[in-house]
């Protein structure tokens, strides 16, 4: 068969050396990255198997892939009955991910590798009723603080995790805009100042996501877990095979819109059992005098917030441990409609409260089980957040390392080696860029 004009230059180059891998060679690159990322296969003959790939054409994209700095073949494994192979990991350490989470009271930034493990982090206090432009200035400030603290951090990409659902149509790789997602922030590039200021792509999801992801991935997750947030707001997010399910939309788990009835009295979720409805509800009953110990803490302290409530409960306080209840209750009747659709190996309650008390987790559990049909509970467990605060930073990260890795996205950086040579990125810089020109500071990113 005559040689092509193709393969004759291949064949050129490799008696030169290494030679430089063709667009063509992307594909194979991206399979052979994330088999080896995944931890899918960790030997150059497990590659071959799994890939289904030549050993030649294993071995020349190995060596582009060590050249990129993306894996590294430094180690040897066991030895079974022959020479000991060398094994493949990858290079979890060539990059950083910047993550951040902004819930209605506090802020948490920290910076992870490539593999989403959490390096760094720090919380501190916030309100975000505060202007966007406050907010972006703060997070601008603690992300270069972090940075400063690492050796050599080369940047991959951004994460953040907001209280509010992302909306997008499912198809999009990364975050090109500012999506209106609480009030006032459709007036401020959030998204657009972040990638001006770093140079990365930005990733948003809301906390409920990313919540699901940390625990998923650094939790208890396994198989099919249903995650619930109770807080001021009430939502679910569901993971499957380490993967998340985010809908048509991105407004997946809104279940503290799902009206709820107690006696005469019907409302959301939200309004019923959310953080609010007990802290009032326990602010009613230091008022009528059911509750001593709420009394007192109203007296010392001039309001109920539910975390008084909740340890009012802890206590043996009867009128705290009924009010826990009736919340546990109703959020459980939620949840078991979900179960018994989603049929989940694992359902996880989180929030301060749900994790603080053991009432109203009890009453959930209760009213999960005695409404699941016996196939869906035979097996299926009811357990309290393993991850606490930590698990929107972890899942933020693991938001942006599936986003890079992602086939997609995957394929149009990785013969440069870093994200920011996707071309899809560098059209979206230059949008932004000239947007900064034409409307001068009002887009100019804080001066920090």
Not at 69 to 97: K, M, N
Not at 199 to 214: F, I
Not at 326 to 343: E, K, P
């Amino acid at each position: 068969m005559p040689t092509t004009a193709t393969e004759q230059t291949d064949e050129h180059t490799r008696r030169k050396g290494r030679p430089r891998v063709s667009e063509t060679a992307a594909p194979s690159l991206v399979d052979i990255l994330n088999l080896v990322r995944t931890e899918k296969a960790n030997t150059r003959q497990a590659i071959e198997r799994h890939s289904e790939l030549g050993r030649a054409v294993v071995a020349d994209r190995l060596g582009t892939l060590g050249e990129l700095g993306l894996i590294d073949e430094s180690e040897l494994g066991t030895a079974t009955g022959g020479r000991a192979p060398r094994l493949v990991r990858f290079a979890a350490d060539r990059g950083r991910i910047l993550v951040a989470t902004l819930d209605q009271t506090a802020f948490g930034v920290g910076i992870a590798d490539l593999a989403g493990s959490l390096l760094m982090e720090h919380h501190e206090a916030a309100e975000l009723t505060q202007p966007v432009s406050a907010l972006a200035e703060r997070l601008i400030t603690l992300f270069r603080w972090i940075l400063e603290r690492q050796a050599d951090p080369q940047l991959y990409g951004i994460s953040i995790s907001v209280p509010g659902a992302v909306p997008d149509g499912g198809g999009a790789l990364f975050q090109r805009s500012t999506p209106g997602i609480l009030p006032g922030w459709e007036s401020f590039p959030l998204v657009e100042t972040l990638i001006a200021t770093f140079n990365a792509p930005v990733w948003l999801r809301s906390s409920v996501e990313t919540m699901t992801m940390g625990e998923f991935h650094a939790g208890a997750g396994r198989n099919t877990m249903l995650f619930v947030k109770v807080g001021k707001r009430i939502g679910a997010g569901l993971a499957n095979d380490g993967a998340l399910f985010r809908g048509a939309q991105g407004a997946v788990g809104l279940i503290g819109s799902v009206p709820v009835t107690v006696g005469d009295r019907t409302g959301t979720l939200e309004a019923m059992a959310g953080s609010d409805h007990i802290a009032q509800a326990g602010k009613v009953a230091a008022e009528h005098g059911a509750s001593p110990i709420l009394a007192e803490q109203m007296r010392r302290a001039g309001d109920i917030t539910a975390l008084d409530v909740a340890q009012a409960a802890q206590m043996g306080d009867a009128a705290a441990i009924d009010i826990l209840a009736q919340s546990g209750r109703l959020i459980g009747q939620v949840v078991a409609t979900l179960a018994n659709m989603l049929n989940p190996a694992l359902i996880v309650l989180s929030g301060s409260i749900a994790q603080t008390n053991d009432i109203l987790l009890a009453a959930a559990r209760e009213a999960i089980y005695g409404a699941c049909h016996p196939l869906v509970s035979r097996d299926m467990q009811i357990i309290r957040s393993q991850m606490g605060s930590s698990s929107g930073l972890v899942g933020a990260a693991i938001i942006a390392t599936e986003g890079l890795f992602a086939p997609a996205m995957l394929r149009d950086w990785i013969m440069a080696g870093r994200p920011q040579a996707h071309s899809l990125f560098q059209q979206v810089k230059d949008e932004i860029a000239r947007r900064n020109t034409m409307v001068g500071d009002t887009m100019r990113p804080p001066d920090v």
